[in-house]
């Protein structure tokens, strides 16, 4: 939550460049409070997991949140059941009239496909620029976030010859930023991915600003002002045993697959991995709903305006 400082203190100008949030008086009598309406469009099969894995962040704030579970209208999964999804799940298309303080855009199992050939291709691109007018803050995961820095900005994701499959640690690349608020400065995150953007041509679009990137993966988190989006490539969603549940699937199923990188002690399968993100997955998620809570309008038809 904001501290609440008189402007002209002189505390105020060093904590605001240091990043911390603040309030001035002013700004402070304007808020009211309000629930935050979140959406979530879940394109994971593991549709439970994915739920409880992105309500714990976005729910540990001392914020209301309001959350929506989101489908593609027409895509059916096979890895969850009906009932769940009738009893939980909207189809985008009934909600194009509704708005959104936030929405989260998960990866899907489809990095593999040009982004035209994902057959709801088409309606994502539709939902992407419906976030402009609908939505105050977008948040990209992974494939969600690679669509989405591809369909506004022409950012190709490029395919890796060998999966990037462990926990990376990662560079602090802009300490003032609020999203990063009370990091350190250098995080460990989990990869898995075949697919790749990179830092050159991401760096050639001055609109985007890198937050956080690794030498061994490349840049992960990416803010998109102009778009009131953020984009990461990684997974500090992901429970301690995700990528062991993923190992584990990919050798019982024979197909070849490397131990994940830095993630068991001693790289030994056979012992419990270590959870070596969760501090950092709850700061980044917190401060992306603090900021929500900062800048969004208390009415919502608002929304998209300015």
């Known amino acids: 939550m904001p501290i609440k400082l008189p402007s002209t203190l002189p505390a105020f100008d060093v904590l605001t460049r240091e990043g911390v949030m603040v309030l001035d008086e002013e700004l402070a009598s304007r808020q009211d409070i309000r629930p935050l309406k979140i959406a979530l469009l879940n394109l994971m099969p593991k ?25 593609m209208t027409d895509h059916q999964t096979r890895n969850t059941a009906a009932d769940h999804m009738e009893s939980f799940y909207r189809p985008v298309s009934e909600v194009v009239e509704e708005k959104f303080d936030g929405l989260i855009i998960t990866g899907a199992p489809i990095e593999h496909l040009p982004f035209d050939e994902v057959s709801y291709w088409d309606e994502l691109k539709q939902v992407m620029d419906w976030t402009q ?64 953007m990179r830092q050159d041509e991401v760096d050639a679009i001055p609109a985007l600003k890198t937050l956080l990137g690794s030498n061994e993966v490349g840049p992960c988190l990416i803010e998109d002002a ?43 399968p056979s012992r419990p991995p270590t959870n070596r993100w969760r501090s950092h997955a709850h700061l980044l998620y917190g401060n992306w709903i603090n900021e929500i809570y900062q800048s969004t309008p208390f009415d919502m038809a608002d929304i998209g305006k300015g």
């Open 226 to 268: 102009g778009h009131r989006a953020l984009y990461v490539f990684n997974h500090f969603e992901y429970d301690s045993d995700t990528l062991k549940q993923e190992y584990d699937r990919d050798v019982a199923a024979g197909t070849p697959i490397n131990v994940p990188g830095n993630y068991y002690p001693d790289n030994d």
């Open 133 to 196: 007018t609908n939505v105050h803050s977008t948040f990209g995961v992974c494939w969600g976030g690679m669509a989405m820095i591809n369909h506004f900005h022409g950012v190709r994701k490029h395919i890796l010859k060998h999966k990037a499959f462990g926990c990376f640690k990662h560079r602090n690349l802009d300490p003032s930023s609020p999203y990063l608020r009370g990091f350190s400065d250098e995080c460990v995150m989990p990869v898995s991915r075949w697919t790749e």
């Open 47 to 71: 549709k439970i997991q994915t739920e409880n894995q992105f309500a714990r962040l976005i729910g540990a704030t001392p914020l209301q949140i309001e959350l929506s579970l989101l489908r």
